[in-house]
């Protein structure tokens, strides 16, 4: 299975500011995906982000607001941006290996 | 639209009982079913994970089941323990991304 850290683990921002959460994976994948998990939600995906191409973003999810950078195949950038008290969530990337997803710890970021 | 359903929302129950979480999902045109654990603030482990042709999988105490044509999964956990305390989720696969259920929160009892 694969490993994957992310950087920050939390943080606290104010309202207008952007946060770039960084994920690593410990093998080459093809496929990241970063999620959203809002306060006693269930996850939803944000985006699919593939190596050397635009990422492609879900209904609801811009890429203004949330830009994507996958510059390799271990390691991609997830950017929330212009952050507003909504944006308080628990962020996730994860890969699929085998048609087995594996997630991160995921970044827990408030905004205030 | 994929739409996953899991039931009950909370569940609690002492410690070394056997129970079963439900999973249900609209769409049988799926790849496969993933369930996934989350203790509080942190990430998901993945616990079990069925293939499209497969009927169940086991890993340890774990029992997962799928019926692909009803649209239906369960997760048997047996001889509960106190560490088996967290959010447990499952997540359909159709076409590489995962759609997810609202989670089971389970509390075991001591």
């Known amino acids: 299975s694969a490993v994957i850290s992310q950087k920050p683990s939390r943080d606290i921002c104010q309202r207008g500011t952007s946060l770039t959460i960084q994920c690593q994976v410990d093998?080459?994948?093809?496929?990241m995906f970063w999620y959203r998990q809002q306060p006693g939600q269930s996850l939803t995906l944000i985006a699919t982000a593939n190596q050397g191409s635009e990422a492609t973003y879900e209904s609801g999810f811009v890429i203004d607001k949330f830009p994507i950078s996958r510059p390799n195949l271990t390691f991609s950038t997830l950017t929330v941006s212009n952050m507003s008290p909504e944006d308080s969530s628990i962020y996730l990337c994860s890969v699929g290996q085998l048609n087995e997803q594996f997630f991160g710890p995921g970044t827990r970021l408030t905004v205030l | 639209k994929q739409e996953v359903t899991q039931i009950p929302a909370a569940l609690s129950v002492p410690e070394g009982e056997n129970l079963v979480l439900n999973c249900s999902f609209t769409d049988s045109a799926i790849y496969n079913l993933q369930w996934f654990r989350q203790d509080p603030g942190k990430g998901l482990t993945s616990l079990l994970l069925?293939?499209?042709?497969?009927r169940e999988q086991t890993s340890g105490r774990l029992n997962a089941s799928l019926d692909k044509s009803s649209g239906r999964s369960t997760l048997y956990i047996a001889a509960s323990q106190p560490g088996d305390s967290a959010t447990y989720l499952c997540a359909v696969n159709g076409n590489e991304k995962l759609t997810f259920g609202t989670g089971t929160r389970l509390t075991i009892i001591p």
């Open positions: 093998s080459q994948v093809t496929m």
């Open positions: 069925i293939q499209s042709s497969q």
